[in-house]
């Protein structure tokens, strides 16, 4: 699954997507082309991590010039194989989380709704996604992302129930997603130690703006909190007052450029130094 193809050189970014990388409303990653260009340029890595699927993340990988290395999809529930141009990749995860929920209690089960009980033009309204690209969200192998409309308190429940049978709920900056348990941060750790066999200096950046991104920030040698208006946000987290963790003040992929650029910036200026 670890199929590594690119060299790191020193960095590897592990980025989420919607919100961070890409626009929060638009999916328009064009702002970031600065530091995309810096990456490649100076020959690091990048691993795109979202609940996005693998026949949505294939594409986009593509275009922004990294498909050498996987990437982690469905919220960490799979890996997209590097140089997989068309997500071909199967998985049994959503049809079993499917037939949790036909198991819970009326009145919880009502809470959720989920993409498998949308129309495409629901998709559509839900995503802000034009009905191609729906289309594909639709695809889930893994997961199940959906909106709650219950209390904190039946959410609780909602959590207990599922966790039972080994299913976990995030939420994300959109929607609740559930999974089969593995994280992005999981994914990450997987991914990294791979790099880190051709590379022990290897430096591991993360960035994401919701809460299922925390794991992974707090994780990685360095975290970026990315600024999302359009929903709560990420609350204070460890490193954040030691500057491990940072945020940014701009939002989405602008953020998500100027904290690359720092990041690379620096790890140029600690081997100036150690070079020295």
């Not at 199929?3 to 638009?26: I, Q």
């Not at 995030?170 to 750790?189: D, N, V, W």
């Not at 430096?203 to 707090?218: H, K, Q, R, S, T």
Request: neutral net charge; proline residues 5%.
């Amino acid at each position: 699954m670890n199929n590594v193809r690119g060299t790191c050189n020193g960095l590897l970014v592990v980025s989420d997507l919607d919100g961070t990388l890409l626009d929060h409303e638009t999916y328009d990653w064009s702002p970031a082309r600065p530091a995309l260009n810096a990456l490649r340029q100076g020959g690091h890595g990048l691993i795109l991590a979202s609940s996005k699927t693998a026949v949505e993340i294939a594409p986009l990988r593509r275009a922004i010039g990294f498909d050498e290395f996987p990437a982690i999809v469905e919220n960490g529930a799979g890996t997209l194989l590097a140089g997989d141009g068309k997500g071909r990749i199967t998985g049994k995860d959503h049809a079993r989380i499917l037939a949790a929920l036909d198991g819970m209690p009326p009145e919880l089960r009502h809470r959720f709704s989920g993409f498998s009980q949308w129309s495409v033009e629901e998709l559509c309204k839900q995503t802000g996604l034009p009905a191609d690209q729906a289309r594909l969200a639709a695809q889930r192998q893994f997961s199940e992302p959906g909106i709650w409309s219950g209390s904190a308190q039946e959410l609780t429940q909602f959590s207990a129930l599922l966790a039972k049978q080994g299913i976990t709920a995030q939420m994300g900056g959109r929607f609740l997603t559930l999974g089969p348990g593995s994280s992005k941060a999981h994914r990450m750790t997987e991914l990294a130690a791979a790099c880190r066999r051709n590379d022990p200096h290897l430096v591991v950046i993360a960035l994401g703006d919701a809460p299922n991104d925390i794991e992974m920030l707090e994780q990685a040698d360095r975290g970026y909190i990315i600024r999302n208006p359009a929903h709560g946000g990420v609350p204070p987290l460890r490193g954040e007052s030691g500057g491990r963790i940072r945020r940014s003040h701009l939002a989405g992929p602008a953020g998500w450029n100027n904290c690359v650029l720092t990041a690379i910036k620096e790890l140029a200026s600690s081997r100036q130094e150690t070079d020295g």
